[in-house]
């Protein structure tokens, strides 16, 4: 397969891995509030089901998602627009809702021109980066609701792509706290579930970060405290990007606070 059509696949094999979690739920077990403040697993579906509408929007009429943009940039979003549907249509009828455009979104990377840039709310993307964004925001969401349902994490090579992108948002991630990025090399080795050590970064690099895939995977994406992982960091630079190393775009919302804060 081509890269995209790669990550098109594993962007599909995700959704399959949250819908096989939430697909037995009751309506009572829909509103089990998760980690995230206020959220239900209701919620979070329903943030995806409608981030998931909207990526379909822009790849299939990229002149109305410019002027959405347009809108929002002036306005910002509506508040709740995300957690509107799944409040309106119930667990279930939210999930069938979600299946329905997910297999459109699939279907509309699919045919999408790999060469063409895909309008998003930040930056526009490459066909890769814009899928891999919306598969790192559903195995988030979907790490919510495993940790509402006490269910283990997704752990899969897909994790690679939560990685990936955790990393390459470093100078966001600076950026969006208002820091500057020293601009040192980080060199990070993380192994794979299975087994396999993944890197980024020059092999030489002075500053590094190094553990699991799944604890770093949950620590850009705010569902670990770092204090809850076992990454091991070495040099200023490292330790000043993990402090606020996030792969999602927006503010960072202060992120997780370590679970033995909780149990106190």
């Not at 490292?238 to 033995?260: C, K, N, T, V």
């Amino acid at each position: 397969m081509t890269d995209s059509a790669a990550i098109i696949a594993d962007l599909a094999d995700e959704h399959a891995a949250l819908d096989e979690r939430v697909c037995d739920l009751d309506e009572r077990q829909w509103q089990a509030p998760t980690p995230a403040a206020a959220w239900t697993i209701r919620d979070s579906v329903s943030h995806l089901y409608y981030f998931d509408a909207r990526a379909l929007f822009a790849i299939a009429d990229p002149d109305g998602f410019a002027k959405h943009r347009a809108e929002v940039h002036a306005r910002g979003l509506d508040p709740g627009i995300d957690l509107a549907p799944g409040r309106e249509l119930g667990g279930r009828g939210l999930l069938l809702a979600w299946r329905g455009t997910r297999a459109e979104l699939l279907a509309g990377l699919a045919a999408f021109d790999p060469g063409r840039r895909a309008l998003w709310y930040g930056p526009d993307m490459s066909l890769s980066s814009f899928v891999t964004a919306r598969l790192m925001e559903t195995w988030a969401h979907g790490q919510d609701v495993a940790d509402a349902l006490g269910l283990p994490p997704v752990v899969t090579d897909r994790l690679r792509s939560v990685c990936h992108i955790g990393i390459g948002a470093r100078a966001y991630s600076f950026w969006q706290n208002g820091a500057t990025d020293p601009g040192d090399p980080i060199r990070v080795e993380v192994t794979g579930p299975s087994g396999q050590l993944w890197t980024w970064g020059p092999e030489h690099a002075t500053d590094r970060v190094a553990g699991t895939a799944l604890d770093l995977a949950l620590l850009v994406t705010h569902r670990r405290h770092r204090s809850d992982t076992s990454l091991t960091v070495t040099g200023r630079t490292a330790e000043a990007w993990l402090a606020i190393a996030q792969a999602f775009a927006g503010p960072s919302g202060g992120g997780r606070q370590p679970l033995s804060a909780k149990v106190a």
